[in-house]
T-cell receptor
Framework: EAGVTQFPSHSVIEKGQTVTLRCDPI?????LYWYRRVMGKEIKFLLH????????ESGMPNNRFLAERTGGTYSTLKVQPAELEDSGVYFC???????????FGQGTRLTVV | AQSVSQHNHHVILSEAASLELGCNYS??????LFWYVQYPGQHLQLLLK??????LVKGIKGFEAEFIKSKFSFNLRKPSVQWSDTAEYFC??????????FGAGTRLAVHP
């Protein structure tokens, strides 16, 4: 069974540009989560999808961040326009409905210069 | 507000030394607690979890953690570490709908 896959693994962009991160969850996992870790601090929750619906987006920092999960499969997280403080590692996780164990991807390291 | 505090940000040990990583949480609801580990270049993976029952939880690779409700703690332990335990360790609490609230992480370096 393939794990959670994230693309790209690294991205370096200039301030003001747009970046789109992608997450492919484990097949059959209805729950999909995005997290972010900035500068060695704690990993912080961004949002939670159940299938294609946003269950909780309380952690999204501002309206420059847009997450989608069309068809309830893969998800994208777009940052537009990117700012320096958006640099960090973005993690995606997925879990089965009713399960308490989340499986994480390797993360996307985003650097905004 | 819900939060998780990990006391040690960096720990350096020699092989065969005993390990204890501290974790305290602040959460008002039913507590589900986790320890995750991230080995260099790899994804976060679950070490162990506590939901209910025996407060001493055993996980993979010889790790265990003890839930002490009166102290709001869930410390991670291993009696004898190996070089391969070099990693970053994260304590987390379930903040509702399986949303995880993480601590800042502890980087463990084990020297041969």
């Amino acid at each position: 069974e393939a794990g959670v896959t994230q693309f790209p693994s690294h991205s370096v962009i200039e301030k003001g540009q747009t970046v789109t991160l992608r997450c492919d969850p484990i097949s059959g996992h209805d729950n999909l989560y995005w997290y972010r870790r900035v500068m060695g601090k704690e990993i912080k929750f961004l949002l939670h999808f159940v299938k294609e619906s946003k269950q909780d987006e309380s952690g999204m920092p501002n309206n420059r961040f847009l997450a989608e999960r069309t068809g309830g499969t893969y998800s994208t997280l777009k940052v537009q326009p990117a700012e320096l403080e958006d640099s960090g590692v973005y993690f995606c996780a997925s879990s089965r409905s009713g399960s308490t164990e989340a499986f994480f991807g390797q993360g996307t390291r985003l650097t905004v210069v | 507000a819900q939060s998780v505090s990990q006391h040690n940000h960096h720990v350096i040990l020699s092989e065969a030394a005993s390990l204890e990583l501290g974790c305290n949480y602040s959460y008002g609801g039913t507590v589900n607690l986790f320890w995750y580990v991230q080995y260099p270049g790899q994804h976060l993976q679950l070490l162990l979890k506590y939901f209910s029952g025996d407060p001493l939880v055993k996980g993979i690779k010889g790790f265990e953690a003890e839930f002490i409700k009166s102290k709001f703690s869930f410390n991670l332990r291993k009696p004898s570490v190996q070089w391969s335990d070099t990693a970053e360790y994260f304590c987390a609490v379930n903040g509702g709908y399986n949303k995880l609230i993480f601590g800042a992480g502890t980087r463990l370096a084990v020297h041969p």
